[in-house]
T-cell receptor, first 116, second 114 residues
Framework: NAGVMQNPRHLVRRRGQEARLRCSPM?????VYWYRQLPEEGLKFMVY????????ESGMPKERFSAEFPKEGPSILRIQQVVRGDSAAYFC??????????????FGSGTQLSVL | DQQVKQNSPSLSVQEGRISILNCDYT??????FLWYKKYPAEGPTFLIS?????DKNEDGRFTVFLNKSAKHLSLHIVPSQPGDSAVYFC?????????????FGTGTRLKVLA
C-alpha cells in the first residue's frame, strides 16, 4: 500500500525557470490537495483538486502558479518564472471521500523547492 | 485572515509530564478538527481527530478536547516522551460545505526533555 508519492524530493531552480512538482495520491483516493510551508510558517492551503477538476484554488497566487490533476497520471503543481520567494516546502495530500466522519488527509513527504 | 490559530510557537515539557497544545478557530462553520505531527523533512502524519458532536476524543496517550462555545481545542499528551518532539498542527474543516477543505494552523514546536 504505497502512500502519497511526491517527486522530486528536492528541486533547485534558477530565477525565471519553471518548476514542476508531481504528486501521486494513495490508491483509491480521488482528491488531491497542495499546501505550501514557508520557512518558520505553517501549512498554507493552495488548491484542492478532483480528477480533471479544480474544486477550490482560493490559496493559489493569481499569477505564475497552476495545478492540474488529469484523468491519468499524477497531479502537477507548476510554477512558472520562479522567484526566490517561491522557495518553500510543497506538500501534497490525498483524500478519499466516503461520507465517514473520520476521513483525513494523507500527506506525502514533500518537495523542497530552492530558487537560486 | 488566519482562521485557525496556534498562538504558542513552541513548548518545552519534561519527559513524563503532560503536554498541552492549544488551537483556536474563528469560523463557526468548522465542524471537524484534526491534529497532525510533523518531523523535519517529512510530511505531516495524522494523530487524532474530533467531530463537533463530541467534546472529547481519546487515543492512547493522546486526547483532544473541543470547546465549541470558546472555539477552542486542545491536544493533551500524557505522559510525554522524547519521541513526541515534533511540530504539531491543528486543522479544521467545514464538512457541511461539501468542499472538504482543510485549514491548518501555524504549528507548535514541542520539545520533550529527557
Amino acid at each position: 500500500n504505497a502512500g502519497v508519492m511526491q517527486n522530486p524530493r528536492h528541486l533547485v531552480r534558477r530565477r525565471g525557470q519553471e518548476a514542476r512538482l508531481r504528486c501521486s495520491p494513495m490508491k483509491g483516493h480521488s482528491h488531491v490537495y497542495w499546501y505550501r510551508q514557508l520557512p518558520e510558517e505553517g501549512l498554507k492551503f493552495m488548491v484542492y483538486l478532483q480528477k480533471e477538476n479544480i474544486i477550490d484554488e482560493s490559496g493559489m497566487p493569481k499569477e505564475r502558479f497552476s495545478a492540474e490533476f488529469p484523468k491519468e497520471g499524477p497531479s502537477i503543481l507548476r510554477i512558472q518564472q520562479v522567484v526566490r520567494g517561491d522557495s518553500a516546502a510543497y506538500f501534497c495530500a490525498s483524500y478519499k471521500t466516503g461520507g465517514a466522519t473520520n476521513e483525513k488527509l494523507f500527506f506525502g513527504s514533500g518537495t523542497q523547492l530552492s530558487v537560486l | 485572515d488566519q482562521q485557525v490559530k496556534q498562538n504558542s510557537p513552541s513548548l518545552s515539557v519534561q519527559e513524563g509530564r503532560i503536554s498541552i497544545l492549544n488551537c483556536d478557530y474563528t469560523n463557526s462553520m468548522f465542524d471537524y478538527f484534526l491534529w497532525y505531527k510533523k518531523y523535519p523533512a517529512e510530511g505531516p502524519t495524522f494523530l487524532i481527530s474530533i467531530s463537533s458532536i463530541k467534546d472529547k476524543n481519546e487515543d492512547g496517550r493522546f486526547t483532544v478536547f473541543l470547546n465549541k462555545s470558546a472555539k477552542h481545542l486542545s491536544l493533551h499528551i500524557v505522559p510525554s516522551q522524547p519521541g513526541d518532539s515534533a511540530v504539531y498542527f491543528c486543522a479544521a474543516s467545514a464538512t457541511t460545505s461539501g468542499t472538504y477543505k482543510y485549514i491548518f494552523g501555524t504549528g507548535t514546536r514541542l520539545k520533550v526533555l529527557a
